[in-house]
């Protein structure tokens, strides 16, 4: 009986040693692995480059520049194939087919026949929603994924449930980001949805400070002089943009007004933009 049980603890040590060893192996086969992922995704831009520039240009898809964009493709998948786990390499995966989607579509509006090596509309926009969804699911909290595939999925398919319901993920996922906002808003605003650009635009106002400035005093004699660094900041601001969102939306001095949050940087704003409309006070 002693035996048996000296055998059965060998056998289990033996086990063990084998496991440790193939863990040891994956452990130190992970790295080579990321390397290999990061040398396919980073050669995708020597392949997309114009070498006719000397700056990194991306190449204009046509019937010779075809054969690039599907080497591209390959590329990544071998790095998604490798680090499955990376989203980086899926939202590129996507960003390719919606420029090939693009690409195809305008060659059909124009009656052109695409190349044989070329994916159809069908192909491309499919492939862009499947890997803008992997991307999601890995990263779930990355807004950029949640835009990109929200504005696909309106432009391809007219699917406005699902495209609001990724925008509003998106804002979600980075409430107080105005650029993103401002993205949302506008995207709303060209897709004729009116209630929910001014919405958004709305609440772009009141999240962005750029047209803040640190001295209160000398913002206000900037605002009363009209000086060139003044007109720069406020012009240039994100809640200038939510004003002109809001405009085309209502042509209403009122909803200008409305919208434009209670501190006096913000009502001068108001004030600068009715004044670029012909409503003076």
Do not use: C
């Not at 009986?1 to 289990?12: G, H």
């Not at 193939?22 to 290999?36: D, E, K, N, Y």
């Not at 943009?241 to 007004?257: G, R, T």
């Not at 001068?268 to 670029?276: K, Q």
Request: glycine share 6%.
């Amino acid at each position: 009986m002693p035996y048996k049980t000296f055998n059965l603890d060998r056998q289990k040590s033996v086990r063990l040693a084998i496991a440790a060893v193939i863990t040891s192996g994956v452990l130190l086969l992970f790295p080579i692995r990321m390397l290999m992922a990061d040398y396919y995704y980073n050669r995708v831009s020597g392949i997309l480059d114009d070498k006719s520039t000397e700056q990194m240009d991306l190449l204009v898809i046509s019937g010779e520049t075809i054969l690039n964009y599907n080497q591209s493709i390959k590329s990544l998948e071998k790095a998604a194939a490798l680090v499955p786990s990376n989203s980086v390499y899926f939202k590129a995966l996507a960003d390719i087919y919606i420029k090939l989607g693009k690409w195809a579509e305008i060659m059909q509006m124009v009656g052109a026949e695409l190349p044989q090596e070329a994916v159809s509309v069908e192909d491309a926009n499919k492939n862009a929603v499947k890997y803008l969804r992997r991307a999601i699911l890995l990263e779930p909290t990355n807004p950029d994924y949640h835009l990109a595939l929200g504005k696909l999925y309106h432009v391809t398919t007219g699917d406005t449930w699902h495209s609001g319901k990724e925008l509003s993920r998106a804002a979600y996922a980075y409430p107080v980001n105005a650029p993103l906002r401002y993205v949302i808003a506008n995207h709303y605003l060209l897709s004729g949805m009116k209630g929910e650009a001014l919405e958004h635009a709305r609440i772009l106002a009141a999240v962005d400070d750029s047209y803040h400035t640190p001295d209160s005093a000398r913002g206000t004699l900037d605002a009363e002089r009209r000086t060139p660094e003044y007109l720069s900041r406020v012009t240039g601001s994100y809640l200038f943009k939510a004003l002109e969102i809001a405009w085309m939306v209502s042509k209403d001095p009122e909803v200008i007004k409305g919208i434009a949050p209670e501190n006096p940087e913000a009502k001068d704003a108001a004030r600068l933009f009715l004044e670029g409309k012909g409503f003076y006070e």
